[in-house]
């Protein structure tokens, strides 16, 4: 034997340890950083709430606030939508109607949460008696994936018997979340959550016990004359694009979710009211120019009247802001209304409810 073979062979079992320590010691790493991402959980993916979350969820936030508000006494109104209808006054409903309201609107809603939620509602010891539904363009996005926040909702997840995922989605959906978690954004939002645990960060919104939303930020900005609209919708433009530039008609399955709610609601002799959300009459603009977002809208129109002729409910296609005199101005960003708009909209929808 050569003095290099010796050599090699006396060297084998120091980099077999070498890779053992090396490969434990990594290994040591990855579980350790995913014991913090556990414990520290900063979007609320796993439950753990010890830290703040950064990503707000209206959906687990509304139904804790559901279940406070009709504790105190029955909720008679609903109000079902995105964030497009959370400036929906509950209290102006009431005044119209006599009706208890709570607005569970909820950030980028589908169809399949507007029925899962008054599913859940229906389940509770709620008395309701009317039903207002906003429907966004976009809830019946023919991309049929499932918001993150819906299906890490147990309760809502639970009551949709036809969107429950098979074992391939939830395998991709486990994939695709540990893909995230060692991303650099996952790991800088564990270090933002840890940090507001000890230092108070301003909140950008807020909701009333009966659902309404406070945009604080915003308003406090109108109020002082700073707030700066032109800049807002600006950025309205790149958000809406990417959503309409992948649409390319309405979903099958999203438009039978809508049916099915109807059904329900009828059968349970709830009155229901549909009416059509609007954006900004400059974002629409762009949005004709450079999507689908005209033909998207007419086809939602077409959906939405034969709702009205089939089920025979009320329908207020106020996809216009002008339909219902809106105000330019009226807006905080694109897509969503400030109070004196809102007003106008209830207004309409009390006269169909009365």
């Not at 406070?68 to 109000?79: D, K, M, S, T, V």
């Not at 709620?126 to 019946?140: P, Q, R």
């Not at 807020?206 to 900005?221: K, N, P, R, V």
Request: proline share 3%; glycine share 4%; hydrophobic share 40%.
């Amino acid at each position: 034997m050569t003095n290099t073979t010796l050599f090699s062979s006396r060297r084998e079992p120091q980099k077999r340890l070498f890779s053992h320590c090396f490969l434990l010691m990594l290994g040591s790493l990855v579980l350790l950083y995913l014991g913090v991402t556990l414990l520290v959980d900063p979007r609320c993916h796993f439950g753990t709430s010890i830290f703040p979350c950064l990503t707000l969820d209206s959906r687990r936030d509304k139904m804790r606030l559901f279940a406070e508000y009709n504790r105190l006494a029955p909720i008679e109104g609903l109000i079902l939508g995105s964030s497009r209808s959370m400036k929906l006054s509950c209290a102006e409903l009431q005044k119209s109607t006599g009706l208890r309201w709570f607005n569970f609107s909820v950030d980028s809603a589908r169809t399949e949460d507007y029925l899962a939620i008054y599913r859940w509602t229906r389940a509770s010891d709620a008395k309701l008696k009317a039903l207002v539904i906003g429907l966004d363009v976009e809830a019946l996005h023919d991309l049929n994936e499932l918001d993150d926040r819906l299906k890490s909702n147990p309760a809502l997840m639970a009551v949709l018997d036809d969107a429950r995922p098979s074992v391939y989605s939830r395998t991709s959906d486990f994939l695709g979340l540990m893909k995230t978690v060692f991303s650099r954004y996952f790991a800088q939002d564990v270090l933002r959550s840890v940090r507001a645990a000890f230092v108070r960060l301003p909140a950008s919104s807020t909701f009333d016990s009966d659902g309404f939303l406070h945009y604080i930020q915003w308003e406090d900005e109108r109020a002082a004359g700073t707030f700066d609209l032109r800049k807002n919708l600006e950025k309205s433009r790149a958000e809406y694009r990417q959503r309409f530039i992948e649409m390319q008609g309405l979903s099958v399955r999203r438009r039978a979710h809508v049916e099915r709610l109807i059904k329900e609601v009828q059968q349970d002799n709830v009155q229901v009211v549909l009416w059509i959300t609007p954006v900004h009459t400059d974002l629409a603009a762009f949005l004709d120019r450079t999507t689908g977002y005209s033909k998207r809208l007419e086809e939602t129109r077409l959906f939405a009247v034969r709702l009205q002729v089939e089920y025979g409910l009320p329908v207020l296609d106020f996809s216009t802001p002008s339909t219902f005199g809106a105000t330019d101005a009226g807006w905080y960003d694109g897509g969503h209304m400030d109070e004196d708009n809102a007003l106008l909209v209830v207004d309409r929808l009390t006269k169909e409810l009365k």
